[in-house]
């Protein structure tokens, strides 16, 4: 079992940045694949970011590349997600999540644990 807590969201202008932390508490956690998603009001979940279990190597949303930069911390039991040029169509709940396996899917479908969530609002 893995517990995951996010935090850092907030209320945000369009250009500016936020840092969001998730914390993984349970079981090894460089053993997981992590991942950032969000969802909007009215619209389904999606992929923002991903990274190996080394850090070594990640991944990101078409959408967010250039922007968007996810890094992790073994020793801390933590993964971040750097947002900076935030826009408002960034505005959304934002989930990390946790799985043995490389996190790459759009919607998350299988992933196997997923945060609370937090709220990233960017105003115009």
Known sequence: QVQLVESGGGLVQAGGSLRLSCVASGRTFSSYGMGWFRQAPGKERR????????GGSTWLADSVKGRFTISRDNARNTVYLQMTSLKP??????????????ITGVSGAGVDYWGQGTQVTVSS
């Open 47 to 54: 992929f923002v970011a991903g990274i190996n279990r080394s």
């Open 89 to 102: 169509e960034d505005t959304a709940v934002y989930y990390c999540a946790a799985d043995p396996q490389l």
